[in-house]
């Protein structure tokens, strides 16, 4: 019978810090965040990349975080809803129009939308409703029907000094 698996050493910057974790190969991303390093703001909705509610940026991308080996995280840059306002910032300009506007209801969804929301300004400072609506389709809300969301991320347009 073949050994075991062991735990692999994992070194990645999180939220702009080195860290460094014992992990088994296979463990998902999410939960080696939520455990081994204590960020909770990242949300486990259905285990299945379907919700978007495990959203982290990886190396700059999007992606469920329930769907990452955490081996694969081995010398990346991830970033949490934790990481995402700048030093001295109490709240990110997306996480301030959420507040504002009311978007977030249960809290489940609340951080991969912020975080999608986040990737969509970046690459659209300007966005029209369907690229704001794009750019949120993979996350799924049972609570807010959208509106405030979709308004949140309009606000937040405006906040950061982009214009509809």
């Known amino acids: 019978m073949p050994d075991a698996p062991a735990k ?17 190969p296979m463990d998902r991303l999410l939960d080696v965040l939520r455990r081994e390093l204590a960020l909770t703001g990242t949300k486990e909705g259905c285990g299945e990349g379907e919700c978007g509610a495990c959203s982290v940026l ?16 081995a010398g990346s ?13 109490k709240l990110a300009a997306v996480q301030q129009a959420f507040l504002d506007c009311g978007g977030a209801q249960c809290g489940i969804c609340t951080p991969g939308m912020i975080l999608a929301a986040t990737v969509l300004l970046e690459k659209h400072p300007q966005p029209s409703e369907t690229e704001i609506r794009a750019g949120l389709s993979g996350n799924l809300c049972r609570c807010t029907g959208y509106t405030k969301i979709f308004d949140a ?12």
Do not use: H, K, Y
């Open 8 to 24: 692999i050493e994992i070194e990645c910057i999180v939220n702009g810090a080195p860290r460094r974790f014992r992990a088994w």
């Open 58 to 73: 990886l190396d700059g991308a999007l992606v469920n975080s329930c769907l990452v080996p955490a081996a694969q995280a």
């Open 153 to 164: 991320v309009v606000r937040a347009c405006q906040s950061t000094g982009a214009a509809r």
């Open 77 to 89: 840059v991830i970033r949490t809803i934790e990481g995402l306002a700048l030093a001295g910032e």
